[in-house]
Structures are given as structure tokens and as C-alpha cells.
Nanobody
Framework: QVQLVESGGGLVQPGGSLRLSCAASGSIFSTNAMGWYRQAPGKQRELVAAITNGSNTNYADSVKGRFTISRDNAKNTVYLQMNSLRPEDTAVYYC??????????????WGKGTLVTVSS
């Protein structure tokens, strides 16, 4: 089992920045890929960005050039730096871990989510 705990969400004005963190504990061998997904009200959960433990990445087109995913394998932590935030980025952001290193589809493990609200 893997436990994922997100932090860093909050309220930010359009154009602002936030950094999300997700710390993993438990069966760390099951975190070959880690990623961020988000779900806005009335919408399906969607991939934001994902990264393997070898630092291969995948981004949604809507966040390319604005968001950066990174991970610290020594700390078992993945980060999402979000810049130039837009109101349409408002959502609950979920951390995800995949044992098999898949950065295109979610793995088995989910965090509880952290709310990001972009509003003036």
C-alpha cells in the first residue's frame, strides 16, 4: 500500500502561482510514476502532469508552458509548480502513484486531494 498526502492548495488570483506537494509513504516501490490529476465541478477527473522516477514527463496540453512537475526521489515527494494560473485551473488536485511507471493513465493509489481556487 502507498499513502499519498497532498499539500499546498489554496486561493490565488489569476496570473498567480502555487506549488503543490505530495509526499508518499508505505510501499515506495509502487511509485515508479507519480502524477497530478484534477477534477473541476461537474467535470471528469483529468491528467495534469505525471513523471517517472527517471524524470520522463507528460503534461496536459492546457498546462504546458505554465506548470512544471518534478520529484525528489530521496524524499519520495512529487511537486507541481503552477504559474500563470487561470480561473479554469480551479479544481481539486489529486496526487496519484503508479507501480508500473505509466505516465498516461492513473495508477492504483490516490491522495485525498487539495483544492486550488483561482479567483479575483
Amino acid at each position: 500500500q502507498v499513502q499519498l498526502v497532498e499539500s499546498g492548495g489554496g486561493l490565488v488570483q489569476p496570473g498567480g502561482s502555487l506549488r503543490l506537494s505530495c509526499a508518499a509513504s508505505g510501499s515506495i516501490f509502487s511509485t515508479n510514476a507519480m502524477g497530478w490529476y484534477r477534477q473541476a465541478p461537474g467535470k471528469q477527473r483529468e491528467l495534469v502532469a505525471a513523471i517517472t522516477n527517471g524524470s520522463n514527463t507528460n503534461y496536459a496540453d492546457s498546462v504546458k508552458g505554465r506548470f512544471t512537475i518534478s520529484r525528489d526521489n530521496a524524499k519520495n515527494t512529487v511537486y507541481l509548480q503552477m504559474n500563470s494560473l487561470r480561473p479554469e485551473d480551479t479544481a481539486v488536485y489529486y496526487c496519484n502513484a503508479d507501480r508500473w511507471g505509466n505516465i498516461y493513465f492513473p495508477g492504483k493509489y490516490w491522495g485525498k486531494g487539495t483544492l486550488v481556487t483561482v479567483s479575483s
